[in-house]
T-cell receptor
Framework: AQKITQTQPGMFVQEKEAVTLDCTYD???????LFWYKQPSSGEMIFLIY??????QNATEGRYSLNFQKARKSANLVISASQLGDSAMYFC????????????FGPGTRLSVLP | DAGITQSPRHKVTETGTPVTLRCHQT?????MYWYRQDPGHGLRLIHY???????DKGEVSDGYSVSRSKTEDFLLTLESATSSQTSVYFC???????????????FGPGTRLTVL
């Protein structure tokens, strides 16, 4: 069974608008972490934002926020005021437990920002 | 910048030849990882290390071996490369001691390997 599901293979958004990238996860662990990474066309993997399973507030980092709905097992990434430089692949990932190797990635969503 | 470099950045080789990829980090992070990235699969863990000479297998370890003789270097070896190992390989680091159980993984720039 897929542990991380990203149902949107590709999305388009107009510049300066907000966009939500969906991520659902599956785990029976009580302690886990959720991550979003950005991969621009240049290929590097850039860490964007983290949410711990015990964090009561949604994580925010600048224009990025993580809409964490624990009961629904969803961890959607919200990008506010999209910029052309936001065009990239976005990967949701989960770490089961507190640290280490149990780190799985979703298949990714390709976001295209239109001028 | 997590101070991670990978070498080579690009390599073309022939089926059956051995290949070694190197990951080097400068900040004494305890955990190091090797992933491969293929279209439609996201990133998949090959092997990881939790200290010098301490390594273990990941999801897709067949055909790969690793070694870590120094904290800063983690080597990935394809003993006899096959075309199915054509991929982009990423090294990553993390450090549970960073506090709060955060243990975010930070990635190197990647190595594009083509096996003909």
């Amino acid at each position: 069974a897929q542990k991380i599901t990203q149902t949107q293979p590709g999305m388009f958004v107009q510049e300066k608008e907000a966009v939500t990238l969906d991520c659902t996860y599956d785990t029976s662990d009580q302690s886990y972490g959720l991550f979003w990474y950005k991969q621009p066309s240049s290929g590097e993997m850039i860490f964007l934002i983290y949410q711990g399973s015990y964090d009561e507030q949604n994580a925010t980092e600048g224009r990025y926020s993580l809409n964490f709905q624990k009961a629904r097992k969803s961890a959607n990434l919200v990008i506010s005021a999209s910029q052309l430089g936001d065009s990239a692949m976005y990967f949701c990932a989960m770490r089961e437990g507190n640290y280490g190797q149990n780190f799985v990635f979703g298949p990714g969503t390709r976001l295209s920002v239109l001028p | 910048d997590a101070g991670i470099t990978q070498s080579p950045r690009h390599k073309v080789t022939e089926t059956g030849t051995p290949v070694t990829l190197r990951c080097h980090q400068t900040e004494n992070h305890r955990y190091m990882y090797w992933y491969r990235q293929d279209p439609g699969h996201g990133l998949r863990l090959i092997h990881y290390s939790y200290g010098v000479k301490d390594t273990d297998k990941g999801e897709v370890s067949d055909g790969y071996s690793v070694s870590r003789s120094k904290t800063e270097d983690f080597l990935l070896t394809l003993e006899s490369a096959t075309s199915s190992q054509t991929s982009v390989y990423f090294c990553a680091i993390s450090d549970p001691s960073s506090g709060g159980g955060l243990d975010t993984q930070y990635f190197g720039p990647g190595t594009r390997l083509t096996v003909l």
